[in-house]
């Protein structure tokens, strides 16, 4: 497993096709990469479904109340959506940890290792199958989220 160069990690330009605050926020979940082992491919899959999901923007959702208590880069309207990767606020119910792109990360990558063979299934299908969601719209987004995390590592 590639472990990602803290001098790419700590970088301050924007990562490929990436603004400041997505690259910012692409960083986040790079910690988490890191800190449970998940790889370029686990990076690939989440880097996607953040991407398909909030553009990469930590997303705070006026139905969510205590969510705005925490930084955030925008307002989101989808039912209790919020954070990166749009959790459901009624499910993932630590709304700090949702919030919190690194912990949100984790939060992440321990549903995607519940996926069956996620490390060998393509990076669009595992986003998907990990949001458990029934769009095909993932897929979109593989090949930019292979461009930044390859920046990265």
């Excluded at 990436?18 to 986040?28: F, G, M, P, Y």
């Excluded at 009624?90 to 990558?109: Q, R, S």
Aim: proline share 2%; hydrophobic share 40%; net charge positive.
């Amino acid at each position: 497993m590639k472990v990602i160069s803290f001098l790419n990690f700590i970088g301050d330009s924007n990562l490929p096709g990436l603004d400041a605050v997505q690259s910012h926020n692409a960083r986040k979940i790079f910690i988490a990469v890191n800190s449970v082992g998940v790889g370029t491919h686990g990076c690939e899959v989440a880097i996607t479904a953040g991407l398909t999901e909030s553009n990469l923007n930590n997303l705070a959702n006026n139905n969510v109340p205590e969510s705005l208590k925490y930084a955030h880069d925008g307002l989101g309207s989808d039912h209790d959506r919020i954070g990166i990767f749009q959790f459901r606020a009624a499910i993932h119910k630590d709304i700090k940890a949702d919030m919190n792109p690194t912990a949100a990360a984790k939060i992440f990558f321990k549903e995607l290792k519940r996926v069956k063979n996620w490390e060998n299934i393509d990076v669009g299908t595992a986003a998907q199958k990990t949001q458990r969601s029934s769009s095909s719209s993932y897929q979109k987004q593989t090949s930019k989220a292979v461009e930044v995390c390859a920046a990265i590592a």
